[in-house]
């Protein structure tokens, strides 16, 4: 595993919000250096979640109808969503429900690459929260297909990380949005 402490994620980019009143969905887009089989494989199959997700699943995610245990990691308290895959059309769009919340990941062929763009309506106090998560959490799983793992970096133990309060600023701004007041400078010390 390579040495965690020499990551930083790069600017704020590759997101958007759609807005429909109070809903807002994120858009986050971005290109991996990987063939899509092999991404789809790390968005569905437990292992290779746990080495970059910000939750865990009991069941691989590829077949539409299968019912999978997503436990939040990192999380104050331990959440677990009970969910159903809507969609899986490997190795093109998977679609499941984490935490009542839509997720939907499409994978595009370009080159010998894959254009991954993630769907995830998240409430609009935390948007640029979750922009800044889901940023880390995709340099994560570049490192890990790339064969270079940093180790899954979630929660709690990611607010930590003053590139992820770099990030959830420089979203907010990007979104036009105020940065939140939670969790506490203090409480990312303890």
């Avoid at 390579?2 to 429909?20: H, L, M, N, T, V």
């Avoid at 994120?26 to 089989?37: D, F, K, Q």
């Avoid at 995709?138 to 590139?163: C, T």
Wanted: aromatic content about 8%; proline content about 6%.
């Amino acid at each position: 595993m390579i040495d965690r402490e020499q990551y930083s994620p790069g600017p704020a980019s590759g997101a958007q919000i759609e807005k429909d009143g109070e809903n807002w969905m994120l858009v986050l887009v971005r290109e991996l250096r990987h063939p899509p089989e092999k991404v789809w494989q790390a968005l569905t199959d437990p292992a290779h979640l746990r080495e970059w997700a910000p939750f865990e699943a009991d069941t691989n995610l590829g077949t539409v109808g299968v019912t999978v245990k997503l436990t939040t990691v990192g999380a104050p308290t331990q959440q677990v969503t009970e969910t159903t895959v809507s969609r899986a059309e490997a190795p093109h769009v998977l679609e499941y429900k984490w935490g009542g919340n839509a997720i939907r990941w499409q994978l595009e062929a370009i080159g010998a690459g894959t254009r991954l763009t993630l769907w995830h309506n998240i409430d609009r106090r935390f948007i640029s929260m979750g922009a800044a998560g889901w940023h880390i959490c995709l340099d994560v799983l570049d490192r890990l297909l790339a064969g270079k793992p940093i180790g899954r970096m979630v929660g709690a133990d990611a607010m930590k990380f003053g590139g992820w309060q770099r990030l959830n600023a420089e979203y907010a701004k990007q979104f036009a949005v105020e940065i939140p007041n939670w969790p506490s400078s203090a409480d990312l010390k303890s």
